[in-house]
């Protein structure tokens, strides 16, 4: 009898492929790259391959034990650093075209009256970034009216499925050519798979760097402590391999 969390697995029917999504951690990208595995070609609307959920299977359809999957080698999850992540959730769903799905999230930082609906300088943005974090804090502890949503609930809260399959990691900023190394004897078109994923980029008009500053990134990486704690184990273990000799059997667990 599989875990009640099989189902958060996406997986193919065709290849031993378990991938946990986490939102904003280049979730867009794998799922394009998982669809045109599975299929041979790509999505028809690559930015829009969420609302393909429904059409991938999940480790639950065929009935895998979490023992199972805890032993397989294609079971993996993608993290990101929380700062990255969180500048993401900003440029994307709250400035960006991806607000068109998260009104609410934008319609209660705009309630809020401080708000820069249109913000033109660095200035600007630094102070909706403010905003929003303080927001996600008081958002997550119940304080305010709109439910908690997994673009930005912490990667931690996950964990327990991390740990529970046992699943590997893999990191954004590096994110081809690891996938690379663990889905490459899986398929022999995955570097042009790979190649042609879709990914979701916003916009940007400035740098990240400009509208993070020290102020910011400690109010972030305190929020979420946890996150940056995770990414930087992950980090860790990859900087330890010697990435032209390794395999996807080389690909580190987060939690063995």
């Not at 991938?56 to 929380?82: K, Y």
């Not at 958002?139 to 930005?152: F, I, Q, V, Y």
């Not at 500053?213 to 972030?220: F, M, S």
């Amino acid at each position: 009898m599989g875990s009640d969390n099989t189902n958060r697995l996406f997986t193919i029917e065709k290849l031993p492929i378990r991938y946990l999504v986490i939102p904003k951690c280049a979730c867009t990208y794998v799922k394009n790259v998982m669809w045109s595995m599975q299929n041979g070609l790509t999505h028809n609307t690559p930015l829009r391959i969420h609302d393909s959920d429904s059409v991938f299977l999940r480790a639950s359809n065929f009935g895998l034990t979490t023992d199972e999957i805890a032993n397989e080698e294609f079971a993996f999850t993608v993290l990101r650093n929380p700062i990255d992540r969180f500048y993401s959730l900003y440029t994307d769903k709250v400035i960006g075209r991806g607000r068109e799905k998260f009104v609410p999230l934008r319609a209660n930082l705009i309630k809020g009256g401080y708000f820069i609906e249109n913000p033109n300088s660095i200035v600007e943005h630094q102070k909706n970034c403010e905003i929003l974090i303080g927001w996600i804090a008081e958002n997550l502890e119940g304080g305010t009216s709109l439910r908690s949503d997994s673009h930005w609930t912490p990667q931690s809260y996950r964990n327990n499925i991390i740990r529970e399959f046992k699943l590997k990691v893999l990191l954004v900023n590096d994110l081809r050519d690891q996938l690379n190394i663990l889905l490459r004897t899986l398929d022999p078109n995955i570097d042009r798979i790979l190649l042609s994923g879709e990914k979701n980029r916003s916009v940007k008009s400035f740098k990240q760097s400009q509208i993070i500053d020290k102020k910011l990134r400690k109010k972030i990486n305190l929020l979420y402590s946890d996150d940056r704690e995770m990414f930087l184990k992950a980090k860790e273990m990859w900087t330890k391999l010697k990435m032209e000799n390794i395999d996807y059997t080389d690909v580190p667990r987060l939690y063995e």
